[in-house]
């Protein structure tokens, strides 16, 4: 199926140039750059229906696409609309960074290898020009796949390197002198349009003064079909400039009935028509006025994708909006209001704002804008309102708090969190603002916490929220996206203080305030709930309640697939907590993938702790990972890794056989005090150990089981050291037994293979869990035999691990909650690196090289 574009019914045949785009279909990319009225957009056109064979997406740039979730969501509608089958990408976009992303390009491109032999056509591309997406866009072409082709056509040279095409894929491009006509064909363009023929001199004199420039031409034949003597307008043809100006407005509009002339300079303030629309704005028939400019060939096309809409010539339109302006300054405003309410009444609120902020009705764009609901934030839209609100002039916003607080929630949902949290901070100066505002700006500068590394400002506000909450129960806080009601805001600040205490590694309260907001009874906004979930999950994951952990991560993602929430940030924290438990099992090839999916939803609105947490556990997942590979967050990291990644660190030294590096002493038990007392006993001071253990405040708790788990280990791992292996058996079969609950094995990973050897000595393998203690923990210090020019990554060795399964990729992708694309995406990489065309061959070919484990080759993750 192909989307179908109207070719208009003056244009002629190219096939020639045709004929080149069909050769350029076998490469990525096709290239068409010439100036405006040189006859791209009919060309594409022509040779789009020429090609039933393919499906063609037609997307036409105009302003409003330098907005990326309008952009994504024009690009998934352009493909559905040819492709119905066409599945969409699941991954987010990067709003926060106004692009679309790597993650969001890959899925894309993955979901078009099914799609047969399509074509994306991005029309007046110059519009992008300068821009992130421009750079997506470019970086797509390089994704494609074998099926799937670009064409970039504009008005200028993008600039964008074409060499590297050229000598790779002979990239067709089509310039302004390939465009040009020629004679033969400005002579068929002359007597279509102007319904007469003309003389053989004549027409060279044409194409020599418009150069061949196609509307020029057209602009000819127009002023011929109103002239008694085409030897004078041939004549008196002097430049493009003149040809353009004073042609098109004395021998084509001023040729025009006043009422058509009239009705077409109003129209010019749309970006697009319709025959509803044209009576609403230039008040004529709608249907027959466009019917009529289109049989006149009056540099109307019709928008691909949207049946009955059109849209004018830009050098028309622009020629049209001088002459409005001129007549009469205020007519545009009124014409861009009237387009507004007529886009209100058919439901189409974005547009209907976007033309009531070109007509300055500020009062009618924050009328709409404050009564928007939670739909913006479900849907990842609050960066348009957060747009629409700075387009406000900085007065008009001031002298409304609601706007304000409004702008503030919006930039931190978009990824702007610093912007914000310094907005709710000067608004909380404001002597002016009521119970009820200063009530959801507290709730939501203390929700700034993951965008912000003061941890302890957030605390405050925090408290300070739900204190005021209490102290005014009567009071109703302003009605914004449907966020603000008593009860979000009491679940935000109940949430926000749990995460600010995990940050801070403060993992008891982190837990008390988790708990107390997600036990609210009768709450139930979805997106806040799969988020607590997941965070929920992460303190469990990191205390050892790897079952409960599990079942929290699995219940917030099975509630985001279930409200299609799976590519919203919401669940960045659930795929995180997935991945720590594969850590904490020994297993960290298995979370690879999920920490691709939570490091993508935690950047996708700049939440930058939880970016941090994001780096950590891809430190511990690949270790070899050294820091200068991926780059870290753009700011400081929360005491919570900080520690952790100190005593990764120690561990990495300590393992090495190196010093350890400088660090504060820990004064309670922690990862860091861990690795003080692993260090002492791997030198062979096990007294030393032994009084730095005592020195330590520990007390057993069953909500932190791996602190019971390293404690036993570590005193086992003395007392083995002081000859006492009774004493030492005990120590390590209770911390055997305590892990065995939860299958913790990461504690013994750490403690290094010195460990492994004690459990074989003193415990023996006869106990399944202690076998696959001592397995993982010479998988974790061993080095595979791997023959590859490419290695696999962590995500890629995760799915490897499937392949052996009869699991589907459908049963893969429900169970790793990713998209069927994405897995399709990971094993077209692991196909390539492993130099193999199927999954059978793939399994043989990682058998051979060790990358799977024939004693383990049912193992699914």
């Known amino acids: 199926m192909t989307e179908h574009r109207r070719i208009p019914p003056h244009a002629v045949d190219r096939p020639a140039l045709r004929l080149q785009l069909d050769a350029g279909v076998r490469a990525p990319l096709s290239l068409i750059v010439a100036p405006a009225g040189a006859g791209k957009t009919v060309l594409l056109s022509q040779w789009a229906q020429s090609r039933p064979d393919i499906a063609v997406a037609w997307f036409d740039i105009t302003a409003a696409d330098d907005s990326p979730d309008a952009f994504a969501r024009r690009l998934v509608d352009g493909l559905t609309a040819v492709v119905p089958s066409f599945h969409p990408p699941s991954a987010p976009i990067e709003a926060s960074e106004n692009r679309l992303g790597e993650a969001f390009l890959e899925d894309f491109a993955g979901t078009l290898a099914d799609a047969g032999t399509v074509v994306l056509v991005f029309d007046d591309l110059d519009r992008l020009s300068g821009t992130a997406i421009l750079t997506d866009l470019w970086r797509l072409v390089d994704l494609l796949p074998r099926n799937a082709h670009a064409v970039f056509a504009s008005r200028v040279d993008l600039q964008l390197g074409w060499s590297r095409h050229r000598l790779e894929h002979g990239l067709v491009e089509l310039r302004q002198r390939e465009l040009a006509f020629d004679d033969a064909t400005t002579a068929r363009v002359i007597e279509r349009i102007a319904g007469k023929s003309v003389t053989d001199e004549a027409v060279a004199a044409v194409t020599a003064r418009t150069e061949g420039w196609a509307v020029g031409v057209q602009l000819t034949a127009l002023s011929l079909r109103f002239s008694h003597d085409p030897g004078r307008v041939v004549d008196t043809l002097a430049d493009t400039d003149r040809l353009v100006v004073d042609y098109l407005s004395e021998e084509v509009l001023d040729a025009l009935q006043p009422e058509r002339r009239d009705a077409l300079v109003r129209l010019a303030v749309l970006d697009e028509v319709s025959a509803g629309l044209v009576e609403a704005v230039a008040d004529v028939d709608g249907a027959g006025f466009l019917a009529e400019l289109e049989r006149d060939s009056m540099f109307i096309v019709a928008v691909p994708g949207r049946p009955g809409w059109h849209r004018f010539h830009r050098l028309f339109r622009d020629l049209l909006l001088y002459r409005l302006r001129a007549a009469d300054r205020h007519a545009e405003a009124r014409l861009l209001e009237a387009a507004a309410d007529w886009y209100l009444a058919e439901g189409e609120a974005e547009t209907a704002v976007e033309y009531l902020l070109r007509a300055r009705r500020w009062d009618r764009v924050l009328e709409h804008v404050l009564t928007t609901g939670r739909d913006v934030f479900e849907e990842v839209r609050t960066a348009t309102v957060a747009r629409w609100l700075r387009r406000l002039p900085p007065e008009v916003r001031a002298a409304s708090a609601d706007a304000e607080l409004l702008l503030a929630l919006t930039e931190a949902m978009s990824g702007r969190g610093k912007i914000a949290v310094d907005a709710l901070q000067a608004l909380l100066v404001d002597d002016t603002l009521t119970i009820g505002q200063r009530q959801v700006a507290l709730a939501y500068l203390a929700a700034g916490v993951q965008f912000h590394p003061r941890t302890d400002l957030f605390v405050a506000a925090g408290h300070d929220a739900l204190a005021l909450l209490d102290e ?33 590694g403060d993992l008891a309260e982190a837990r008390r305030w988790l708990t107390v907001a997600l036990d609210m009874a009768g709450f139930a906004y979805t997106p806040y709930r799969v988020h607590l979930l997941g965070s929920l999950a992460v303190l469990d994951a990191l205390t050892g309640r790897l079952v409960s952990a599990t079942e929290l991560a699995d219940e917030a993602l099975e509630t985001a697939r279930e409200f299609d929430l799976l590519a919203h940030p919401a669940p960045g924290d659930a795929y995180l907590a997935r991945a720590i438990v594969a850590i904490q099992r020994g297993e960290p090839d298995v979370g690879a993938l999920a920490l691709a999916e939570g490091e993508l939803r935690a950047a996708s609105n700049q939440r930058t702790q939880l970016m941090w947490v994001a780096r950590l556990v891809s430190m511990l997942i690949d270790p070899s990972d050294d820091r200068t590979k991926t780059a870290d967050p753009a700011s400081k990291p929360p005491p919570l890794v900080r520690q952790a990644m100190v005593a990764l660190a120690m561990r990495r030294t300590r393992l090495r056989g190196l010093p350890a590096p400088s660090s504060t002493p820990a004064t309670s038990w922690s990862p860091v005090a861990f690795e003080e007392v692993a260090a002492l006993l791997t030198d062979g001071h096990p007294g030393a150990a032994h009084a730095r253990l005592a020195q330590l405040r520990f007390d057993p708790d069953p909500l932190v089981p791996i602190r019971t788990v390293e404690v036993e280990l570590l005193l086992g791992w003395t007392c083995a050291l002081e000859g006492r292996r009774a004493r030492a058996r005990e120590h390590l079969a209770a911390a055997l037994a305590l892990a065995e609950a939860d299958w913790i094995v ?45 290695e696999l990554t962590p995500r890629e060795l995760e799915l490897l691990a499937f392949l052996p399964s009869r699991l589907t990729i459908a049963d893969i992708a429900v169970r790793c909650f990713v998209s069927t694309n994405t897995i399709k995406t990971h094993l077209g990489h692991i196909y390539r690196k492993l130099g193999v065309s199927g999954r059978d061959a793939a399994i043989e070919r990682a058998l051979e090289i060790g990358l799977l484990d024939a004693r383990e080759i049912a193992r699914v993750g």
């Open 746 to 790: 990461d504690p013994f990973v750490r403690a290094g293979p010195v460990v492994a050897d004690l459990l074989e000595d003193l415990i023996g393998t006869r106990n399944e869990f202690a076998r696959v203690v001592v397995s993982r923990i010479g998988a974790a210090v061993g080095t595979r035999d791997r023959k590859l020019v490419d």
């Open 472 to 504: 005014h129960p009567e009071t109703q806080p302003p009605d914004l996206l449907g966020l603000t009601t008593r009860a979000i805001l009491t679940y935000v600040g109940r949430g926000s203080l749990g995460r600010a205490h995990l940050f801070l």
